[in-house]
């Protein structure tokens, strides 16, 4: 932990409605601890509205930058990574929330656990109006998540991988992780849709750890329609990756001798019955390319 009691740099790469980014940010401005700091990376959306706002906020802690032109997520994630500072970081979704402890539980965990990579609190699902939400997605991640126990979670090695290729119950923008693996790892230009779970896996080959916070949320995660993932779904270039990707840690998980995660990530249940459900939709839009993504990662080899 830095000397100027700063717990987390909590990274925030914007692209999207305003409105959204606004209620995110003054979640970090209401937090009960104030050991964080907050850096915005605008990637060139257009509004005046954004700057605007940002010029009214006084508070040292709280950094708003704007690229020259688009660069797109992943080269965003990875400003993200080169500007942090603080031991952990957490990679804020634009339209997500954190709730008012965040800092002080992620604070807390810190002084338990100074060893871990990546802390994962517990998450409610929030909709684009920001009331509580229940899709299906979010109760199969809810069944996937390690099972609740009396403390915390702490998964590493065969058993993470195994876990993550079972069915990603991760959140990605509300995890802290360890600035130095962020520098360390790369994330991937062939995965935009799925980076974040490949940067975990990569972690976890790594000798990495995950800590899963069981207990109260921290973090309100907003599910809806007009996310870059429902997007890839809808062209299929989720699926494409999913399958593929994989194929990859099977063969890597393999050559490990983790017989275990390698047959999961081969069987990957969660992608093809994601894919499944979402198979009608795509038949219906007379979508082809979506469609073929889709039945070949549901009932593809």
């Not at 517990?122 to 229940?134: F, Q, T």
């Not at 894919?275 to 009932?299: E, I, K, M, Q, T």
């Amino acid at each position: 932990m830095s000397g100027d009691g700063v717990v987390v740099d909590i990274m925030l790469p914007f692209w999207g409605p305003p409105e959204l980014l606004f209620e995110a940010v003054r979640s970090v401005l209401e937090q009960s601890d104030p050991g964080w700091r907050l850096t915005v990376i605008d990637d060139a959306y257009p509004s005046q509205a954004v700057p605007a706002f940002f010029a009214d906020i006084d508070d040292e802690r709280v950094q708003y930058l704007r690229n020259d032109s688009n660069i797109g997520i992943t080269e965003n994630f990875r400003r993200c990574a080169e500007l942090a500072s603080a031991e952990y970081t957490t990679i804020l979704g634009s339209d997500d929330r954190l709730l008012p402890d965040y800092v002080r539980s992620l604070r807390d965990f810190l002084s338990r656990f100074p060893d871990v990579d990546i802390f994962a609190p517990a998450v409610v699902v929030i909709d684009e109006n920001g009331d509580r939400h229940s899709p299906l997605a979010d109760r199969v991640k809810t069944v996937l998540a390690p099972a609740p126990t009396a403390g915390p979670v702490r998964l590493e090695g065969e058993a993470l991988v195994a876990s993550l290729v079972r069915g990603n119950w991760l959140y990605w923008p509300s995890l802290a992780i360890r600035t130095a693996r962020l520098k360390q790892i790369p994330f991937r230009l062939d995965l935009p849709i799925i980076l974040d779970l490949a940067f975990i896996l990569d972690v976890a080959f790594d000798g990495g750890t995950v800590m899963y916070m069981n207990g109260a949320p921290s973090f309100e995660y907003r599910r809806h329609g007009s996310s870059l993932s429902q997007t890839a779904i809808s062209d299929g270039v989720r699926f494409r990756d999913e399958a593929r990707f994989h194929r990859e840690i099977s063969v890597r998980a393999r050559a490990r001798g983790w017989r275990k995660a390698a047959r999961w990530a081969a069987l990957r249940p969660s992608s093809r019955l994601h894919s499944a459900a979402a198979l009608p939709g795509a038949v219906r839009s007379r979508d082809s390319a979506a469609s073929s993504a889709a039945a070949r990662n549901a009932f593809g080899r």
